[in-house]
C-alpha cells in the first residue's frame, strides 16, 4: 500500500467565474513548500441528562473551510497570489517583459479553487470559494524567500482523480533575500536587519444557515498594511519621524539579474517612537512596528508591480 509523501503533493489553481463552483479547466500548477488549507467538522458533546454516566453520541457542528499556504516569491507563480489579494491587475506592455500592477482598495476580490492532490493514496482535495484573507512575508540577509497565504475557503470536496485536468506549468524563476532592497522616500534605507510586510483584507465569513455547513462568502472589509522594521540605531531619521507623526513611503523591491523584479511600495507609512534599549557591548538596535494608510495624493494605501514574461493573469 503507497503510503502518502510530501515531495509527491500536488497543488493546482484557477480562478473561479462563481463563487464556490471550480472551473472545468484553466488550472495552473503552483509551486508551494507548505499548505494547511483543509477542512474540519468539530464534534459537540452531548448536554442530555437522564441517561446515566455514560455519554449520549455527540453532534457534528459546521464545516469550516481555511489554511495556510507557503509559497516561495517568483517572478510568475505570485502573481496569482498578489491577483487574490489585492483584484486583477493593470497588465501593460506590447511583448515580454510585461508589467503588472496591482493596487489596493478594490470592493470585489476574486474567488479561487484550489485542488491538492496526493497521487499515492489516491486524494485530490478540491477548496471551493477561496478567498485571500492575509499575505505576508518577511525580507533578511539570508534564507529561504517564502510568503504565507491565509485563505478562507467555502468547503472541500474529496476524489479519487483530479478535477485539475493537467494545469499550465511555469517556469520558476525564484527571487532571494540577496535580491532585496529598502527604500524610504526613494533613498535606499541603511542599517535594516531585518522588514516584516503584512497585507490583510480582513475578511467577513458569512456564515448563514444551510444545509450544508457552509459558508455563503468571504467578503473583504477595512485593509490594512502593517509591518515590522527592524534597524541598527544609526542616525534619528526614523525616531524624528515617528516623533513628528509624519508619513514616509516604504518600498521594498526584488530584482533579479535576468530583469524580472517585484516591488511593494506603502505610499504612506507612519511610525511609532520606539523604545531604545542597550543590551549589551553589542551593537544598538530599534524596532519600529509600523502602519500604513490610504495617501491622499495617490488615492491608495499601496501597490505592488511585477515584472516578468507572463502577458496576463
Known sequence: MARAQGAQAQMALAFETTYGTPPASGFTRMP???????????????ELLGYGRDPLPPIKDAVTADGDVVVPLDAE?????????????????????????????????????????MPEVPRYAMYSGCVLDQITWQMQRSGLLTATARLVAQGETIAA??????????????????????????????????????????????????????????????AALTGRIEVR?????????????EACEME?????????????????????????????????QASFDWQAARDSVVGRMCTAVLVNTLAGY
Open 233 to 245: 540605531f544609526a542616525d534619528q531619521t526614523l525616531v524624528t519621524q515617528a516623533i513628528n507623526g
Open 161 to 222: 482523480a483530479t478535477a485539475a485536468g493537467t494545469p499550465t506549468a511555469l517556469s520558476l524563476q525564484r527571487f532571494g533575500h540577496f535580491n532585496g532592497s529598502v527604500k524610504r522616500n526613494g533613498t535606499a534605507l541603511g542599517n535594516v536587519v531585518s522588514a516584516e510586510i503584512t497585507y490583510s483584507n480582513n475578511l467577513d465569513r458569512i456564515e448563514t444557515i444551510r444545509g450544508d455547513g457552509r459558508i455563503d462568502g468571504a467578503d473583504p472589509s477595512m
Open 252 to 284: 521594498f523591491a526584488y530584482v533579479l539579474p535576468s530583469g524580472e523584479s517585484f516591488t511593494f511600495t506603502a505610499h504612506a507609512v507612519y511610525l511609532p517612537r520606539p523604545r531604545i534599549e542597550i543590551s549589551g557591548p553589542q551593537g544598538v
Open 32 to 46: 508551494f513548500a507548505r499548505a494547511t488549507l483543509g477542512s474540519e467538522q468539530p464534534l459537540l458533546n452531548s
Open 77 to 117: 507563480a505570485f502573481g496569482f497570489w498578489l491577483k487574490a489579494a489585492f483584484g486583477t491587475p493593470t497588465t501593460t506592455g506590447a511583448e515580454a517583459p510585461y508589467t503588472h500592477e496591482f493596487q489596493s482598495g478594490s470592493w470585489t476580490l476574486p474567488s479561487l479553487s484550489i485542488e491538492t492532490g
